[in-house]
């Protein structure tokens, strides 16, 4: 089931580690540019689990094609 042409990220519910990339991509306004972000890289959608892979493991390259910058590792 591809899920992602019909909601966006704001209406999407990640768990596990997508949550935390989730959160900042609302935190930082970028959810918009998220969705289109989604629909160039996925143009026939994409599954709950896929996107929540996505969220989990690409969250450096998402946050670094929305132009969100991640301090987490500074933080350390």
């Known amino acids: 089931m591809k899920v ?3 909601i966006g990220i704001e209406d999407f519910e990640a768990w596990a580690g997508a949550v935390a990339t989730k959160d900042k ?3 930082a306004g970028k959810a918009e540019e998220f969705d289109k972000y989604i629909e160039e890289m996925y143009p026939d ?3 709950e689990n896929e996107l ?3 969220l989990w493991f690409s969250a450096e390259e998402i946050f670094e094609a929305l132009g969100i910058e991640d ?3 500074e933080e350390e």
């Open 71 to 73: 301090n987490e590792e």
């Open 4 to 6: 992602f042409n019909e």
């Open 45 to 47: 959608g994409i599954g």
């Open 25 to 27: 991509i609302l935190e």
């Open 52 to 54: 929540n892979d996505e």
